[in-house]
């Protein structure tokens, strides 16, 4: 039930700040730095400050997560980073951005995020693993405290508090110089930022609790799409019902929600066929990148880049990246973005 409580949320204020790292990509490849720029800083920043918080007050111990306790790729962060990031730009939105969209009625999001999770099951348990294991073999690190950047340069998690009310007050600078509808965007971001930190917080409150082995971690949805592919398909051999379990299904309400309660709900579908394999072959990029990865850009980048991940943070830039020199190049050649 937590899970769901936390993906409501989180859909329903995506959908209100329409939250979307491609659009904030975007809009630094024009040199705008404007309103989805500041909205995706401020998320990031707002579950970075009260991540960090947690962790210097001794609430929360991220160590043991996937982002820093078990083995990672730097080749694979970099490789998928790079694939998943031209992958957002051609299906116009990375994968909660998709879910988001999808609860709107947009059709060709939902295509994608089928598609997009199929992909993502192949990557994991199916005809690609031998691919991703090969890219990932490439340059891998041990788990342990060495993955925590700030641990290993010494800094300590208030270095991760202040670096986080840094990038808050830039992203509000941002949204003061920025004209129209800063408010609600300022909030809606807010929220969005901090449903990534009650992720952690609710997961590590389990975790402390139960008696069994439960996974500290907080929003993700690459993995959480392949479980409810598997779920739907082959519910006898699906994992049980955890925090990705409920999350991916409410985020999707969430967003349904606020596009009916504000009259923005409405069917969109592709326009032309090639429109369809632009989106389509996004999606298979974005995919095998954010399983190469170990993660997209809001389950590695941002929840994984709160606890100072390294393998999460070169994952978010090579995310970035990708997605810049893609929209650049479609740019120039006149091709949709």
């Known amino acids: 039930m937590g899970g769901a409580a936390i993906g409501l949320l989180f859909g329903f204020s995506a959908q209100r700040s329409k939250f979307c790292a491609r659009a904030a990509v975007i809009e630094c490849c024009e040199g705008q730095w404007r309103q989805r720029f500041a909205g995706w800083l401020l998320a990031f920043a707002t579950a ?6 947690a962790v210097s007050l001794g609430w929360l111990n991220p160590e043991s997560s996937r982002h820093l306790g078990a083995q990672g790729s ?33 059709l060709r999001a939902l295509i994608s995020g089928l598609v997009f999770a199929v992909t993502v099951q192949a990557t994991i348990s ?29 800094a300590g998690s208030w270095m991760g508090v202040v670096l986080g009310l840094v990038f808050s007050g830039l992203a509000v600078w941002r ?8 408010k609600p965007l300022l909030m809606g971001n807010f929220l969005v930022g901090l449903a990534i930190a009650l992720g952690w917080f609710f997961t590590q409150w389990i975790a402390s609790a139960s008696f069994e082995p439960v996974p500290v971690q907080s929003l993700s949805f690459s993995g959480a799409s392949a479980e409810w592919l598997t779920r739907v398909l082959y519910s006898e051999t699906a994992p049980r019902f955890g925090f990705d379990a409920g999350l991916l ?89």
């Open 74 to 106: 730097i080749s694979g962060a970099v490789l998928g980073g790079l694939m998943f990031g031209v992958g957002m730009i051609m299906t116009r939105g990375c994968a909660s951005r998709l879910i988001v969209l999808s609860g709107n009625g947009n």
């Open 249 to 337: 299904p409410s985020v999707f309400i969430g967003s349904f929600l606020a596009s009916f309660l504000f009259g923005e709900f409405k069917f969109e579908g592709f326009q032309t066929e090639n429109k369809l394999g632009h989106y389509l072959t996004g999606a298979v990029l974005m995919g095998f990148g954010a399983v190469l990865a170990g993660g997209c850009t809001l389950g590695a980048g941002m929840s994984g880049g709160v606890v100072f991940s390294n393998t999460a943070w070169l994952t978010l830039l090579s995310i970035m990246a990708g997605a810049a020199l893609t929209y650049r190049f479609l740019k120039s050649i006149g091709a949709p973005t």
């Open 126 to 154: 199916g005809a690609l693993v031998p691919l991703r294991q090969f890219i990932a073999s490439f340059w891998v690190v041990d788990g342990g405290a060495h993955r925590n950047m700030l641990t290993a340069t010494g």
């Open 48 to 53: 970075m400050v009260m991540v960090q918080l």
């Open 175 to 182: 949204f003061r110089v920025t004209e129209g509808g800063a």
